[in-house]
């Protein structure tokens, strides 16, 4: 909100006031697909999980069902030498083709890690879809950590990994 007196501006309130960005990661691509096919990819878990994850690993599902508000998916991240990372997924709000938030933690309760998920697909006049991922992190450190051990380059190679899934038709 933005509020003036005569000429001048005396107030703004901004999403990212208080320091939120030391809390972001985002990833965006191009994606050479309609908006609903991306869309699709990722709240259809018999889609999802062929695709989803860094260059190498893959994914064993634990629990999964429709992609609605308040659903839980559960899964493993299997990584090529064999290391396991529990994963939970909560739905939070979907709004078809548009917009996908959802918290993402390991597999535990009161995962002190959780994060939280925004995912935009916005449809280009050429048909291509630009999407963007946003992860807000608990704490300016938590994120720190994120990017320290390669979260920005393994969610590209997970963007990707959707890229050739979607090429594959």
Known sequence: ??????????????????????????????INA??????????DPGRMFEWFG?????????????????ATWRFNMIAPGGQIYSNRILFLEIIPGKRLV???GSDRDDDPNLFHVTITFDEQADGKTFLTLRQFHPSKDRRDAAIGFGAVELGYQTLDKLIAYLARG
Not at 1 to 29: F, K, Q, W
Not at 64 to 70: D, I, L, P, Y
């Open 1 to 30: 909100m933005i509020t003036l007196t005569g000429d001048c501006l005396v107030n703004i309130e901004h999403p990212y006031a208080a320091g939120e960005l030391d809390r972001e990661i985002v990833l965006s691509r191009v």
């Open 34 to 43: 309609p908006r609903d096919l991306v869309y699709r990819a990722w709240i």
């Open 54 to 70: 860094p260059t190498g690993f893959r994914c064993e599902v634990l629990e999964q069902g429709e992609a609605s508000v308040g």
């Open 102 to 104: 959802y918290d993402h």
